[in-house]
């Protein structure tokens, strides 16, 4: 069985459906130590975990930075309304190969269950915000910071912030293989025509939902024929699942309007189905392979054969 990471990464400015999001961490960019301990307040942990550093002299913003063989950074116990959905935004980097995570701890009474929000995230050596959204399992929770890889590397924080709400663009979470599932050569070509490869003017920039990722073969077939440089993003069956293996770049490349079309074989979310008519009104082109009646997601008009 494939064991997949799931990172949620976005570098979207934090924007919100609802109008005044609610802050749920004490203390969310380490900023206040009232109590002068040297450490961040609100936040438990020691000087043997983390080293609380002022990223710029007299600036007054902090940075977490974890010490080596440090694995859990820091905690906070959160009140969590269950069923409610939240917004997790990491503004953290990494060195070395350390691997910046958050999990919560939860439960009806006392937190005993793990759910990781953000694991294995192999952040940028810069700052950057890596957002993930998700329905509170239960109202008693503590959040836990992590450098996943702990014998490795070095993580910083910047900021970790937990807020009511989600927020109001589509978020691509990065799908990755553990190194061991990932494929040991490029996929093998099957006899076909080159019919539109390669492309005068350079390969199509595409965005391509597939139910799954067991569908990709016949993205693959597709991509043997005509040039495009696709990001593949997986919607499920329902559209409630969004990945894709370059989640970083499409989520980017979705947010600078940089594809030429948009093919969608498969139901997609309302965040990323708005995206896609903001960009088709804009001038993109839209391929909807099947489920023609759905095709008023995306544009006015009549599904085909509809004569009315
Ligand atoms: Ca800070
Ligand atoms: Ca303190």
Redesign the pocket.
């Known amino acids: 069985m494939l064991k997949a990471l799931v990172l949620l990464l976005a570098l979207a400015p934090p924007c919100f459906a609802q109008d005044v999001p609610t802050e749920r961490l004490q203390n969310p960019?380490?900023?206040r130590d009232a109590d002068g301990d040297g450490l961040p307040d609100g936040w438990s942990t020691d000087e043997g975990r983390i080293q609380w550093h002022e990223?710029m002299f007299m600036g007054k913003?902090?940075?977490i930075i974890s010490r080596p063989g440090a694995y859990v950074l820091a905690t906070q116990d959160v009140d969590l309304e269950k069923g409610q959905k939240y917004t997790l935004t990491l503004k953290c980097k990494s060195d070395a190969g350390g691997l910046a995570g958050v999990l919560l701890l939860h439960g009806e009474d006392r937190p005993h269950r793990e759910m990781p929000l953000l694991w294995n995230v192999q952040a940028a050596g810069e700052y950057e915000e890596y957002v993930t959204s998700f329905e509170a399992p239960n109202p008693v929770a503590c959040v836990y910071i992590y450098n996943v890889a702990r014998t490795k590397g070095t993580v910083y924080y910047?900021?970790v912030s937990l807020r009511e709400g989600e927020p109001d663009y589509p978020i691509i979470n990065q799908f990755s293989l553990k190194e061991i599932d990932r494929p040991l050569t490029e996929p093998l070509p099957s006899r076909h025509i080159d019919w539109a490869s390669p492309l005068a003017g350079g390969p199509i920039k595409a965005f391509v939902t597939i139910r799954n990722f067991r569908c990709l073969r016949q993205l693959i077939e597709l991509t043997q024929r005509i040039d495009l440089d696709y990001d593949a993003v997986e919607t499920g069956y329902t559209g409630d699942v969004c990945n894709s293996m370059t989640g970083r770049r499409a989520m980017k490349r979705l947010q600078d309007g940089e594809y030429e079309v948009f093919i969608v074989p498969s139901r997609v979310g309302e965040a990323v189905a708005k995206s896609i008519r903001e960009q088709v009104a804009r001038g993109a082109g839209l391929v909807v392979v099947e489920g023609f009646g759905r095709s008023s997601t995306f544009v006015e008009g009549h599904p085909v054969g509809d004569d009315a």
């Open positions: 960019g380490f900023d990223k913003d902090y940075e910047d900021r």
